[in-house]
């Protein structure tokens, strides 16, 4: 069984950073490419960013492009999402997911089969 558990979120102030960080398990972590996602209230789920099977690839949205860095440790079955220079609109609840189609990442959420619990971000004006 697949379980992702993430953890970081929190309250942060404009211009702040944090570090999320997702634990993954139940699967042979390093053949699947990953991603994070987030949703805030009342709006879809939306692709933040994703990373390819050995972490040479990196692909972000273009709101968080040059403010968010993905990337993932193999051998501790960890994807990071590095945050910084935060805005507001940033606040939302951050899902982290592991690809169904294997190795290559991808940002359309129906490509992603299994998703952790999610981790609040609130980020304050």
């Known amino acids: 069984q697949v379980q992702l558990v993430e953890s970081g979120g929190g309250l942060v102030q404009t211009g702040g950073s944090l570090r999320l960080s997702c634990a993954a398990s139940?699967?042979?972590?390093?053949?699947?490419?990953m991603g994070w996602f987030r949703q805030a209230p009342g709006k879809e789920r939306e692709f933040v960013a994703a990373i390819n099977w050995s972490g040479s690839m990196q692909y972000y949205a273009d709101s968080v492009k040059g403010r968010f860095t993905i990337s993932r440790d193999n051998a501790k079955n960890t994807v990071d999402l590095q945050m910084n220079s935060l805005k507001p609109e940033d606040t939302a609840v951050y899902y982290c997911?592991?690809?169904?189609?294997?190795?290559?990442?991808?940002?359309?959420?129906?490509?992603?089969?299994?998703w952790g619990q999610g981790t609040q971000v609130t980020v304050s004006s």
């Open positions: 997911a592991v690809s169904a189609l294997g190795p290559g990442a991808s940002s359309r959420r129906g490509e992603y089969d299994y």
């Open positions: 139940g699967r042979t972590f390093s053949r699947y490419a």
